[in-house]
Every structure is written in C-alpha cells, then in structure tokens.
C-alpha cells in the first residue's frame, strides 16, 4: 500500500521539481548569458535523465538487461513523440536555426549509430546481437564529443538567454536547482516503482515493462519539465530538453550500462531501435513543413496520436 502512496505522491514531486528545475537553471544561465537552448541542452537534459540512469544501473547490475534496453528506447521515443507533443499542443514549439541544422541531426545519428552497434546478426553474420563494452566505451567517447561541441558553442556571444526569464540570486538558483533534481529523481523512482509493482500484477514482459511503464515513468521529468517550459514560452528549453535527453539516454546511459554489463539485444528489439530513429527522423522533417523551424500545435497532436498507436502495437505484440 505505501508503494502506491508514493507512486502518487511521485507526480507532485515530479511536477513541482520540474518547475524548480526550470527556473533555477534559466536563471543561472541568464547570468552566465548562455542562451536558452544550451540551457536544455546541459543543465536541464541531464537532471531529467537522472531517473533513466539509476533505474538503468539497478537494471544491469540485477541482470536486468531487458528493462534497461526498454528504458532507454523507450524513453527517447516518448521524449519525442508523446512529450514533444503535448509540449507542442500547449504552445508552439520554435526553434533556432543551429538546432535544427546540428542538435537534431546529432541526435538522429545517435539512434542510428546505437541500431549499427546492436545489430550484429545482421552485419557480421553472428547468432546474436550485443552492445558490448567495447561499445559502450565507443558510445560514451561520442557523449564527450557532444559535450565538448556544447560547451563550445555555448561560449558564443550574441545568442543570450530570453529576456523573459527571471532572475535569482545564485544561492537561490542553486537551491533551486538542486531541490528540482531531488523532486525529480526521487519521484521518478516512487513511480517507477509502484508501476512495476502495477504491471507485474498482469504479467507483463521485462521487455514490454521497460518500453512502457518504465520508459514513460522515467520521462516524466522531461515530460513534466518541457511542458512546464512551454507554458512558459520559453520554446528552446523545451525542445533542447529532449534533444539533449535523448542524446545523454543512448551516448552515456547506455554507454556506461553497457560497459557495467553487455547489453543483449534481441530481433524485437531491433524493431524499437527503428521506431527510435523513425521519431528523431519525423521531428527533423517537420522542421520544414508550414511554419520552418516550429512544431505546430497539428503536428503536436500527431505526435501523440503516433505513440498512442505504437503503444497499442507493442501491447498487443509483446
């Protein structure tokens, strides 16, 4: 019972966190005189990834190798479909012209980079496919490259942060800051938690949990955070939260599971990783129909009416 106390007690944690998180990083990042978009790229992206990666730890040191695959897959496809698009519904979502020519493209090579990496049944002709540790130490020397080449570019003048954001002091940021990754990270777990506990009950898969409740439970941060950013209008937060998620999700999550322990990938799983490069592919398409650089509150909803559908596929499949 106090399982699924918590589990409810997770959404305010998560919601109000969310809203900390937000405004403290906004307001350090505007006396730092970063721009918006670098803020969700860093700051933002990883604190709403902390929930993937200590669930992802736990996973592959239980042996759990199922649940951490469907975490991160299915995390980067909700990242992109389910909260992008509610994100989107609640406010257009307009973007700069480099993250549409550079993060989005960075993080498309990501899902089809982890696709070649996993699929070695394919190209070598194997009986089975695995994200080794020499993988792993591959994807995690990507995570550095993109960490350097965000850094970089935040150290470009002229690109300051909205006008609109507010300003704190930076011991209140910082509390701010750390309270919202608190909130964030301890509710994400108390959800995850009761919705396994939930799902265990109907005699679910590890591989249908992990893409499903697990995925979703975990993204409720960037879900919570991108549509907080929205509301707000503060658009470059709320799209470089995914992006950037989804970047930290396959370069260091799954770097560093993979080097703890080989990650195991079977022909179901080669499906998901297509569908995971399929909702990075459509975001960068949609970039250019309509209203360039923008995704439209239509295109939100379509967004949302797709992952619907491919969830209703996965539960009646796996």
Do not use: C
Not at 13 to 19: E, N, R, T, V
Not at 44 to 69: K, Q, W
Not at 116 to 123: P, Y
């Amino acid at each position: 019972m106090l399982t699924y106390i918590l589990f409810v007690i997770g959404f305010a944690l998560l919601i109000k966190g969310a809203d900390l998180l937000v405004d403290g990083a906004s307001s350090i990042g505007k006396k730092l005189n970063i721009s918006a978009i670098m803020i969700g790229l860093t700051i933002v992206a990883f604190g709403t990834s902390m929930p993937e990666l200590i669930v992802n730890l736990f996973a592959v040191a239980g042996g759990n190798t199922d649940i951490a695959i469907g975490n991160i897959l299915g995390s980067n496809i909700a990242n992109v479909l389910l909260i992008l698009g509610v994100s989107a519904i609640i406010y257009p979502l307009a973007t700069k012209e480099n993250t549409v020519w550079k993060e989005i493209p960075l993080s498309l090579l990501a899902a089809i980079l982890l696709g070649v990496m996993a699929n070695d049944m394919l190209i070598d002709g194997v009986g089975f496919s695995e994200l080794t540790r020499i993988d792993g130490i591959v994807l995690l020397a990507f995570f550095i490259i993109f960490m350097y080449y965000t850094f970089m570019i935040a150290r470009v003048k002229g690109e300051a942060s909205d006008s609109d954001i507010k300003q704190f002091s930076n011991l209140k940021s910082i509390l701010y800051i750390i309270s919202g990754l608190a909130g964030l990270t301890i509710g994400g777990k108390w959800i995850v938690d009761g919705a396994v506990k939930i799902a265990e009950l109907f005699n679910m898969s590890q591989s249908l949990i992990g893409l499903t409740i697990v995925a979703v439970g975990t993204s409720l941060p960037e879900l919570a955070t991108s549509a907080t950013a929205a509301y707000k209008k503060q658009t470059d937060i709320a799209i470089g939260n995914v992006v950037g998620s989804n970047m930290f999700n396959i370069f260091f999550i799954l770097g560093i599971s993979a080097v703890i322990h080989p990650l195991p990938f079977d022909t179901d799983s080669f499906g998901d990783i297509l569908m995971t490069v399929f909702a990075s592919l459509i975001l960068f398409a949609v970039m250019f129909i309509g209203k360039r650089h923008t995704v439209k509150r239509w295109q939100g909803a379509l967004f949302v009416m797709i992952y619907i559908g491919y969830i209703v596929y996965l539960v009646n499949t796996k």
